[in-house]
């Protein structure tokens, strides 16, 4: 398993990595790479490749889960997150990985969820 955290993470409750491997089966593997900022779509992006190629070589399944497109939208612009999200998804394809994501519709205005739509399959509202 692969957690890929934001360094600010590590002021809320001691190191996630520390956490994460807490909370892990015995026989997991755990990588838990940090990254800066989450406004840095850049190394975010790298970041993400690299884990997607490690869990391609290893020949596992793999499902990608961002727990929050909120954080990257409260650090980013909508159209600079639409075009990471389009290119993510490329990679998540030549991978044949899955793509999960989350985001709080509450926090955004109805023109910004309606930018991010196009981008997955299937869509949940929780109303």
């Known amino acids: 398993m692969t957690f890929l955290v934001a360094d600010a993470a ?3 409750a001691g190191h996630p990595r520390a956490r994460i491997e807490s909370t892990a089966a015995p026989d997991t593997t755990v990588r838990t790479p940090v990254v800066d900022s989450p406004g840095n779509l850049t190394d975010l992006g790298v970041t993400l490749l690299d884990a997607l190629e490690a869990h391609d070589a ?15 939208l409260q650090y980013s612009a909508t159209d600079e997150v639409f075009q990471f999200l389009h290119t993510l998804d ?6 044949d990985a899955t793509g999960h994501f989350h985001l709080h519709a509450d ?3 109805s023109e910004t969820v309606a930018t ?10 929780d109303d």
């Not at 196009?118 to 949940?124: E, G, Q, S, T």
């Open 90 to 95: 490329g990679h998540l394809d030549r991978f």
């Open 10 to 12: 590590e002021w809320l």
């Open 58 to 72: 290893a020949d596992a399944r793999t499902t990608l889960c961002c727990q929050s497109l909120t954080i990257l």
């Open 116 to 125: 991010l739509r196009p981008l997955f399959d299937r869509v949940r509202d």
């Open 107 to 109: 926090a955004h205005d």
